[in-house]
């Protein structure tokens, strides 16, 4: 009977230790689950900054981002009609599953004169998981930002989207897929943009270089190996590189350089690199200046250690890798901001870290931001017009470049060192693992924007969250019956 | 139960081989990539360069030895083992331990050392509670004094 009794306590004993272990787990696994459609604007939790707390009611009143345009009756400058297709390419002799545009991969590169107003016709042929082009760095109007599901729709097999917007800031950037991003930008589909100042290039020789890895291969502009560029001595050179991959990648030259621009933006007062690498984080810009020396001799610029520009004639030995790269806090000098942001009247914290848990219901070991996991992000309130300082803080484990949509923000500090240099203006972040950043922006570009890391498949493990103008709001959902995955 | 304890610690100390295997395999796949004039970063991670993909299955089958352990704590408090809870919760607490390590190592590479270290005490730890639930508890055969 003892016995008995004692057996049936085990039992509840038992039966009570694993509902210990597996209740927690269940619920914090359904609490992870999302709809399978859903809006971004009823996302995570809604941080107002310390600012102004707005009345939400977007049905009713607030403006459709379908509306946010430039004015339809103005004619376009630059038409460019591109058709997306999914097939292999052939890179460095070998097929590699991808994506094209027009064709190759990357697509075609872009260019207008400042002001100029840019219209893209985009078709998709073939591209299973549909698409939508977002104009990486260009800050342009919400309804052509081009992220699936916030922005638009995906554009499915036989649909077509145009984009316009005006060319208003000159520099250098690139246009890739916010549909299924993870894979459709690590298999090829992107292409270049420049825009031009009106009084024409500033350089003798202006180069794209735009480094991106398909199938582990290294390439610049979708060729492997070195790409060699006539130059003659004396000449002024422009190296724009675009860094379309995951990871960020140093770029260096043998001979002295200069940091003509970073993220679109020019820096004010550049002086001569030497015994420094430039780092240009995945999806940041850097346009590099050299002087061809008068002697006749090549020029080799290193992007990253697999490939190279190499400008004039000769085969010049790779540089070594200089140990340290420049820090943009202290490079230039300063000049006026176009925004003063000691009046800021809104302060967020980005804090990014990662911690064990259940995302879409899988579990696993993922990036948080402050301190909750997707879909419990923040959502990020402003108003038109306010001036938005974010503390970034990443205590992760590991680097991401982190990528603002519509916005260019200035670094204000680094780990609480002020900046000194010339403003140091960004669109994608280098955050290292232990690093905290000050940056600055204002708020003049109403819409819906991502704010998320551009390792895509960081993007696409949760690591999102979205700045949100009060009094706008989105028809858009993702996924839902158009199967919209921006990440 | 005894048998499903058996079968899940055996199979912990397998997974431990394999993610032994997978990451000698990355290693020299990498290696080699490199020595062929390959260039490995992260992008280069991220796309399929040789080796990627051992790494990434390295990370994530992490994740399936946890739940095994879980799972073998689950079945522990019915399987009626001598020490046999006790045994599961070292197999839980040592696939912790080696999973916070692996992620330290990020922060510390001299960590990873501890880390391919630590794999070793959770083979053994998994095999030693497998051995437990080898037979049913034996029944003490009674002592019987022999009177002289």
Known sequence: MASRTSARVRLIVSLVAALAILAPLAWLWQASLVPNSYSVMGMGHLDYGGGLVANHDHESTARSINDIVVDPARKADVRVDLVAEQQNLSIGGKSVPGYTLNGTSPGPMITAQQGQLIEVHLRNASVKAGIALHWHGVDVPAAMDGVAGVTQDEVPIGGEFTYRFVATQVGTYWYHSHQVSNEQVIGGLFGTLVVLPNAGRGEAVDVIAAAHTYGGMKTINGVTGDVRVPAKPGQQVRVRVINTDNGP????????????????????????????????????????????????????????????????????????????????????????????????????????????????????????????????????????GDIVIMHIDNHSGQLHPMHLHGHHAVVLSRNGVAATGSPWWIDSLNVLEDETYDIAFLADNPGIWLDHCHHLKHAAQGMVAHLMYEGVSTPYKVGGTANNRPE | MRTAYRVLAFAIAAMVAIQAGAIGYAVFAQFNWIEEGGTFDKAAFDTGAPGTGAFMFHALFAGAVLLASLAMLIVSFFAKIPQGVRWALFVLIATIVQIALGVLSHLWAGIGALHGAAALVLFGVAVMAAMRARKPAAVEEPVTAEVA
Do not use: C
């Open chain 1, 249 to 384: 990648i140093e770029t260096w030259a043998d001979t002295p350089f200069q940091v003509l621009a970073t993220d679109g933006y020019a820096v004010n007062g550049p002086t001569d690199v030497t015994d420094h690498s430039m780092t240009v984080t995945a999806g940041g810009r850097a346009d590099l200046g050299v002087t061809m020396p008068s002697d006749g001799k090549p020029v080799r610029v290193q992007v990253s250690k697999g490939t190279a520009v190499i400008l004039g004639s000769g085969d010049p030995a790779a540089p070594p890798q200089p140990r340290t790269s420049l820090d943009l806090l202290s490079y230039g000098t300063p000049t006026m901001l176009s925004f003063d942001p000691a009046k800021a009247n809104r302060r967020f914290d980005y804090s990014i870290g990662r911690r064990p848990g259940f995302v879409r219901g899988q579990p696993g070991l993922w990036w948080s931001i402050n301190g909750h996991l997707y879909p419990d992000v923040p959502m990020y309130v402003v108003r038109e």
